[in-house]
């Protein structure tokens, strides 16, 4: 089980939920789950509109693969440098920023920014 604390201006206090390990749920879908007032258009990491912050609690973490679609819209829009892309990919060390629709909750405990 992973915490995902979602928090935002827009959210009268922070949320946290439990994800199950092995769901394979999108952040998108767990925010939309719970009534998190998240934007979102395509569902599918074209248009941007679910750009996240994600600040992983744990000391090792996992959800660290963006999808080629992730790194070409949050590059585009100026969110995450060539280096932090591969910093991920090299090092281990997450991105700040996220498409809610592309990645995958793991067994890890978050706190998502709006
Ligand atoms: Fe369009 Fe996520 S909803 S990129």
Redesign the pocket.
Known sequence: MADVTFTSPKMAKDLTVYATAGDCHTL?SVAKAHKVPI?????????????IQVVVMADIPMAIHLTE??KT?LRLSGKISKEQIEDAEVRDMPPPWR????YIVRDEDILVRL
């Open positions: 998108l934007e979102f258009e395509c569902e599918n990491g074209e248009c941007g509109s679910c750009s679609k992730e819209v498409l809610a629709c592309q």
